[in-house]
């Protein structure tokens, strides 16, 4: 293969895709290139316990809905479409109560009001301040280049932005208990933000209020999420650019300090005459570019770059019916629920079986969320058969070696299954027709730039948050070598289907070339007040 193109993409997970799209929508004539004989990465929709069950193996929980690019890229001409549950999270306990989110927030507050009213009354003050009058600049910080500590300074005046700025010096799990008394409101809002992955630490404060912000975001794709990365190629397509699958990128060929091009695995070259951008992580871009092209001090930040502290093992079922849960009896909207959390009944147990993983154990209790998507779009399955999936944390090193997922792989499923039926009995009926062991080990296989599992594409302790990610020098998605860019989900904001790194490294590269773009960028408001 020999072509020209004006820019390359080394990855079509969702952010590579966003990013190629709206280029090729500017106008430019770029490519896309795929180690996978499919595209969309972390989009992916399997067949992998039954024909005719279709099951997402790593992306479910979609927001990319909230934000400008299904908007911007027209994605519903292009066959996307999404279904927004009103009852959007339920947290199931063993003594068979449950907390519900939904997509309504006086919904919300009136399940919380059942374990504490002072804590409902509190969420409803948060949701109003982040989730309404705030909304507006969390989303500027979520869709632009992040700001450094000085920057966000300056644009944080008032009340508001003093309460901004004050979670920026908490750990997660300080803002959470700051706000909540009752103790299954605190584990409830710490498991939800395990679930984007983020660890509890020094300065990750601020993410809970775009948690809170964010309430009733949450979508799941019809036809499984396979269909956002179909929809992203073929608005790529349909703009004259190219996806090129099954070939994986060796060298980003580097001329005079300047990104010239990609090497591939049979010999050819992609030449380019703007840019590059690599929407996987940061150190295989290096390793790919060279080091020497970076300088020494860049270098070293990179090669520090943290992968997150645990992974997820899904375990996939084929049913006859959904699960029913017996928390339903104290709140029947639990077998309603888009997402389900299940496994931790109190702050301390959590702990515990975080700091179990991080040894490289499994815990004593599985912990996680999960779904039964079939409530809500039947074409995942056969008719009158469901799909559901429960994605519990675990360790990458299992036993300090990550091959031993591959050995106990049965073990380990059938522990969850037992675990997941002590909550929904029916599981336990002849209900399961197959499942399937989707390890740690598994996301690393499929997406090579998910390295030791990490399904956000890195950690975000340690730093690697906002002006952090993924490293102090590499925040403004440009790098040391001349049009070359990271557009992928180690960069900021990270990990999740929002589509925002890809979309910021896109107004980057458009705003470097000097390129008319044919939509209208995100604004952040100059204040939070």
């Known amino acids: 293969m020999s072509d020209r193109f004006d820019g390359v993409v080394i990855g079509s997970g969702p952010n590579g895709l966003v990013t190629a799209a709206y280029l090729a929508k500017a106008g430019l004539r770029v490519a896309v290139v795929e180690r996978n004989e499919v595209a969309g990465g972390g989009c992916s929709t399997e067949e992998v316990t039954l024909p005719g069950f279709r099951h997402n193996l790593h992306s479910n929980f979609h927001s990319i809905g909230a934000g400008p690019v299904t908007r911007d890229l027209e994605l519903d001409r292009h066959g996307l479409r999404y279904v927004y549950p009103e009852v959007q999270h339920a947290f199931v306990f063993r003594d068979d109560t449950a907390l519900c989110l939904y997509a309504d927030t006086g919904r919300t507050v009136a399940s919380i009001r059942r374990f504490s009213a002072r804590d409902a009354e509190r969420y409803e003050e948060l ?39 004050a979670y920026g010096r908490m750990s997660l799990y300080e803002a959470v208990d700051r706000n909540f008394e009752h103790d299954k409101v605190r584990t409830a809002f710490k498991l939800h933000v395990h679930a984007s992955a983020y660890e509890d630490g020094p300065g990750l404060g601020r993410v809970f209020l775009r948690i809170v912000a964010r309430s009733g975001w949450s979508g799941l794709a019809i036809g499984g999420a396979a269909a956002l990365a179909r929809a992203l190629v073929s608005v790529i397509e349909a703009n004259g650019g190219r996806v090129v699958t099954g070939r994986t990128v060796r060298r980003i060929v580097v001329r005079g300090g300047r990104a010239a091009g990609v090497l591939l695995d049979d010999g050819s070259e992609l030449a380019v005459d703007r840019f590059v951008a690599s929407a996987i992580d940061p150190p295989q871009t290096l390793d790919l570019a060279g080091e020497e092209w970076f300088g020494p001090e860049v270098a070293a930040e990179v090669r520090g770059y943290r992968w997150a502290d645990w992974s997820l093992a899904t375990l996939h079922l084929a049913l006859t019916e959904p699960p029913a849960y017996r928390a339903a009896a104290f709140e029947p909207d639990v077998n309603r629920a888009y997402g389900v959390y299940l496994g931790a009944d109190s702050s301390a147990a959590l702990g ?24 809500f779009d039947p074409s995942q399955a056969p008719p009158g058969r ?87 020098s590499l925040a403004g998605y440009r790098t040391p070598v001349e049009g070359l860019y990271l557009c992928g989900a180690s960069s900021h904001p990270g990990g999740s289907i929002h589509g925002g790194p890809g979309y910021v490294a896109a107004n980057v590269i458009a705003s470097d070339l000097g390129i008319e773009r044919p939509w209208t960028p995100v604004e952040l408001p100059a204040s939070s007040g």
């Open 127 to 165: 949701h109003e301040t982040f989730g309404r009058r705030m909304l507006p600049f969390l989303r500027g910080l979520q869709f632009s280049p992040p700001l450094s500590d000085d920057e966000l300074a300056d644009r944080l005046d008032g009340p508001l932005g003093a309460e901004f700025e």
């Open 352 to 375: 515990r079986q975080l700091e179990a993983i991080g040894r490289g154990e499994l815990p004593d209790r599985f912990a996680g969320n999960g779904a039964c998507n079939t409530l």
């Open 386 to 472: 469901h799909t559901a999936f429960w994605w519990p944390w675990a360790p990458f090193d299992l036993g300090g070696d990550p091959l031993s997922w591959d050995r106990d792989r049965e073990a380990v499923a059938a522990r969850i299954l037992r675990e997941w039926t002590e909550y929904a009995p029916n599981l336990g009926r002849r209900s399961v027709l197959g499942s399937y062991l989707f390890t740690p080990l598994d996301i690393s296989r499929r997406c090579i730039n998910m390295v030791r599992g990490s399904h956000h594409g890195g950690g975000y302790g340690g730093g690697q948050i906002d002006a952090g990610r993924p490293t102090p």
